[in-house]
């Protein structure tokens, strides 16, 4: 009966901390993978189930209050289904032992630019 506490606290954090602004699905991504065990494609499908309702919200807050430049964002748009559809072919179509290395490199890159200090540019 307690086997979907541990599952259900941590898709609570990783929701709390994706709400500060921090990249709670790359956490629940490395949660899934390390600690409960999931398969690293199903943990993506996961992941990205995670991301696209707060992608999704953010998307009408940042249109409701006058944010979104919508040339850009229909530049944008081709480009980043083209991504999204090679991105889906390369996890589907390569071993998941050779995607856990550079996915670990980048992980290991993206956390050492959050803990470093931020440059600040000289007027």
């Known amino acids: 009966m307690?086997?979907?506490l541990l599952p259900?606290?941590?898709?609570?954090?990783?929701?709390?901390?994706?709400?500060?602004?921090?990249?709670g699905g790359t956490l629940l991504l490395l949660v899934m993978t390390l600690l409960l065990g999931v398969d690293q494609r199903t943990a993506q499908g996961?992941?990205?189930l995670f991301f696209l309702p707060t992608a999704a919200s953010a998307l009408i807050c940042h249109w409701?209050?006058?944010h979104l430049d919508r040339p850009t964002?229909?530049?944008a748009i081709p480009f980043a289904v083209a991504a999204a559809l090679l991105g889906a072919w390369v996890a589907t179509a390569i071993d998941?032992?050779?995607?856990?290395?550079?996915f670990g490199v980048y992980l290991l890159f993206s956390g050492i630019s959050l803990i470093l200090p931020?440059?600040?540019e000289k007027k």
């Open 2 to 4: 307690t086997e979907w």
């Open 8 to 23: 259900f606290l941590c898709g609570l954090g990783a929701g709390t901390i994706s709400a500060w602004g921090v990249g």
């Open 46 to 48: 996961i992941n990205l």
């Open 64 to 66: 409701r209050s006058g």
């Open 73 to 75: 964002l229909k530049a």
């Open 96 to 102: 998941v032992e050779l995607l856990r290395k550079p």
């Open 118 to 120: 931020k440059k600040t």
